[in-house]
């Protein structure tokens, strides 16, 4: 692919291009991201994918996609971010994306996000991308802190934003949608599993993801538009963009997997631990 990198640390940016060379890619890297918006701004097919890091001076990554958009620029982009900018990367995810790339750099990881690209361009096939992805390395579990922050931060702002949409707390969550056990202590009811993803220090080894995800969306999908739900979202996209890239989790298309209607108010019937 013909690959454009926006980057103004000069030490990643080699470090990145000398690999995707090897990878017989073609490459051009600018360091300044005011020129690079007038290289890409006119629409012209000079490349098929950009590697945008978010932190920059003069403009920001995520000021640049906006501008790029705005122009109606629909170059698939790939952000650049490390975890601790990950906060500050969440607009991006309503920007449109493509993957994104978590610092420090990881050829697995990269090969693996560019693979998806090339997947969506129609450049390579399913087959191909799998036998290049089990050939690069592999050393995505020094990440993994990481992400373990993000789901306990989606948990616990699932819990808030169904409170606020329903009056119920995490038992009454996990009753009214299924995805986690229930246990009736006398007069209360106790999530023993669920209460393991609100604290970073009892999150299990190997988290459900598909569970978090899931409560995440359950909530999502009955909450009417408000500040908390559009923060909600926006920590399910990154949090699937993170873990697609380092090979954790396959993102598929949103489908309403639960009935698509409000929950009014919903009184406990035992006493919340």
Not at 25 to 47: C, Y
Not at 114 to 126: A, P, T, Y
Not at 193 to 201: A, C, F, I, M, S
Request: with cysteine; aromatic share 6%.
């Amino acid at each position: 692919m013909r690959i454009l990198i926006i980057d103004d640390d000069p030490n990643y940016g080699q470090a990145m291009t000398s690999f995707l060379i090897g990878q017989d890619h073609e490459v051009q890297r600018i360091m300044d991201p005011k020129i690079a918006l007038n290289s890409t701004k006119d629409g012209t097919n000079q490349f098929d994918v950009i590697l945008l890091d978010l932190i920059m001076p003069g403009m920001s990554g995520l000021d640049l996609l906006g501008k790029l958009r705005d122009a109606g620029n629909p170059l698939p982009v790939v952000l650049v971010s490390g975890f601790a900018d990950l906060e500050n990367s969440a607009e991006a995810v309503h920007l449109g994306i493509s993957g994104l790339v978590v610092k420090p750099f990881i050829p697995g990881q990269l090969i693996r996000i560019l693979n998806k690209v090339e997947r969506e361009l129609g450049f390579i096939s399913q087959s191909l991308a799998v036998q290049t992805e089990n050939k690069a390395e592999e050393k995505e579990l020094s990440l993994r802190d990481g992400w373990q922050t993000q789901i306990i931060q989606l948990m616990n702002t699932s819990i808030d934003c169904w409170r606020s949409l329903s009056g119920g707390g995490r038992a009454n969550l996990a009753e009214v949608s299924g995805i986690w056990k229930v246990n009736v202590d006398g007069e209360s009811l106790r999530t023993r599993t669920l209460d393991r993803y609100l604290k970073l220090e009892t999150l299990p080894t190997r988290p459900k993801l598909g569970k978090v995800l899931d409560t995440a969306k359950f909530v999502l999908e009955r909450s009417p538009p408000s500040s908390l739900r559009y923060t909600l979202d926006t920590k399910v996209r990154v949090l699937e963009l993170t873990l697609d890239a380092l090979g954790l989790w396959n993102p598929k298309p949103r489908i309403n997997k639960f009935e698509n209607k409000l929950i009014a108010k919903i009184p406990a019937t035992k006493k919340e631990i």
